[in-house]
């Protein structure tokens, strides 16, 4: 198989070098013919690092296991192999008036990376992350055992796998609980804000009257424009399409641009005109899903026009109390790097809990960035991004990451053994290689001390 089909999806990071189909990996662990191998699941690639990637190992591409199994429309209890997509689970429910509770800012991601990543949305606030509305799993171990996973059967292992990056062994399905919606289409409320300040005062309330909230923030502006933003909010309309549209792209960049046209100039004119065209359109309007939450789905292979080195993408979290003014030091620090960022997102997280053993979201704010990879500079301004974040009680998102040190890792998920100790030794990721396995085992430091 080609090493192309196998990146992730920044193209900052080696592809995988090795890959085996389902079939094949799962003949190799229930024999026990490993020959010394570390696996890894392989998605839809649309990690942003290297979580998705085993540089020493043998990535294993579920896309071969995407069929869906059962799906109940009375009860909205829908079972399916890891590998199908969010976008054909969509299909197959919206007719029924069920959507996923949770879902990205892509469709194009496999239920089993929804699961691994335990991902989030727009409405943390209402339903948590994914993993919340997980019923069950199988999950196949290096020992060649399927193992049936739930809060009551093999918890421990099921909040490890929730979250756990596929360190745990092979997910080969799940049940999912979706939610009753009374359309796709979203009711969206567009209202401009002049800076941080007025966004903190408005998040609260429009997370407690809303679905999903989320903003724009326009990362390059300076002087008085410094922080300012949308926000963006929505409710499933009452009356609205009940069939999923076509999810092909219309438009598709054809090949990896030999530079970067997403530069500091190009973006400030960007962030300028979204600005005002978003914004113009202040007030209550009906739009589709796709619009709402997967917009740049559109265009396929988006992520080449950040050239070459492709891009690298920061995200924090940042509790309630430090984040008036964390937030804006981050976004000061990228303004004085002089790195642009294409897409500046900023949501806020709810307390709702989740299952897993290791989870990025808890009660703050979220802020992403994306840069082009400028080499040295770049990685510069992302490790004073750690800093900032980790000083304030933060936490960097490993799923999105291609870089961070093991400082950094163990500061954001300070339980992180606790996986380690649950961990297939069968299967390790490039991510887990540069982070977890290079830090001294909990006896290790207490003995240090």
Known sequence: MSLSTYPSFGLATPPA????SPAEAIAALKAGDLCGRSFLAYGNGRSYGDSCQAHSGTVVDMRGMSRILSFDPETGLLEAEAGVLLSDIIACAAPHGFFPAVVPGTQSVTLGGAIANDIHGKNHHRRGSFGRHVESLRLLRSDGR????????????????????????LILSATIRLMPVPSLDVAETVARFRDLGEYFDLAEAADEANEYAVAWIDQLATGRKAGRGLLMTGNHAQHGARSARDSRTLLSVPFRLPVSVLNRAFLSVFNAAYHWKKGRGAGLRQ???QSFFFPLDGVGNWNRLYGPRGLFQHQSVIPFGPAREAIPEMLAAAREARQGSF???LKRFGDVGSP?????PRPGYTLTLDFP??????LALLAELDRITI????????????????????ASFPDWHELESMRDPAFLSAFWARTALRLPAPDQALAAE
């Open 391 to 410: 000083a304030a009680g933060g936490a960097v998102n490993p799923y999105k990451d291609a870089r961070m040190g093991p400082a950094t890792f163990a």
């Open 17 to 20: 070098g090795q890959a085996l």
């Open 287 to 289: 739009t589709s899903y």
């Open 146 to 169: 399927i193992r049936q996973c739930s809060t009551s059967s093999e918890s421990r292992l099921f909040a490890a796998t929730i979250g756990g990056m596929g360190l745990t062994g």
């Open 356 to 360: 897993a053993l290791l989870s990025f």
């Open 373 to 378: 990879n400028g080499g040295a500079p770049t």
């Open 343 to 345: 897409l500046t997102v």
